[in-house]
Each structure stands twice: as C-alpha cells, then as structure tokens.
C-alpha cells in the first residue's frame, strides 16, 4: 500500500564528478483526495531536466504488489499542472514508467545523488 508519493525536478550536472540537484516539488500521502495542491518551491523545468516521483510502499501481503489501475493493484500517481511559455504544446503530453523492475532511477538517464525517501510516520 502507498503510504508517500513525492515527486522532483532533477537538475542533471553533466560535469563529471558532480552532483545532480534534486528539487522535491511536493510529497503527499496517496490515500488523500486526489486533487492539485501547490509545489513547495517554484521552479522552471528546462529541456534537459529530468522529472521523477517516488511512491514509498509497504506491502502487508505475502506476493508482490504491482501498479495499476485495479483493486489487485497499486495507484500511487504524482500529478503535476504545468504550463508552458509559448502556444504549442509540448512533444510529449505526459511521461510514466512501469517502475521497478522494469525502470528505476539507476538506469538510464544517469541520476546520481539519489535522495533517501526519509521516514515516513505512518509506515508500519
């Protein structure tokens, strides 16, 4: 079960050795009504940035848990409204993955300095 889904902005530093900039947008628990709440630092996201969220779970059932949209499954989702500065649209309308094991943020898009998901009160 979904108990914090947090969403970022990834800065990418492509200079080697150095650290890529995490900018959390904003962290929700996932059972809350789904709605748009504001972003918790104001950011403009250019060609290049990498957009991530995280769904912190815990699985209370003895086989593994999947996302998806039925009630076998898991719908831990960050939504974000955006704009843009000029009349067209962007190339791509929205992005998602399948998450582990299929994707996951070692693989590639390179990221680095990884933030650790952080305690969540209501875990257990």
Not at 74 to 91: A, G, K, Q
Request: one cysteine or more; proline letters at 7%.
């Amino acid at each position: 079960m979904g108990k914090e889904v947090q969403g970022y902005v990834v800065k990418k530093n492509n200079n080697l050795n150095r650290k890529d900039e995490w900018l959390l947008l904003g962290k929700r628990d996932p059972l809350t009504p789904q709605m748009f709440y504001p972003v918790e630092v104001n950011v403009t996201i250019h060609k290049g940035d990498v957009m991530a969220a995280r769904c912190v779970m815990k699985n209370y059932r003895n086989h593994e848990t999947y996302v998806g949209s039925t009630g076998q499954d898991e719908m831990c989702n960050f939504y974000l409204m955006y704009w843009v500065e000029n009349s067209s649209p962007l190339e791509t309308k929205y992005c998602f993955s399948e998450g582990p094991p299929n994707y996951y943020w070692g693989m590639g898009d390179n990221l680095n300095n990884i933030p650790h998901p952080g305690p969540v009160s209501n875990l257990i």
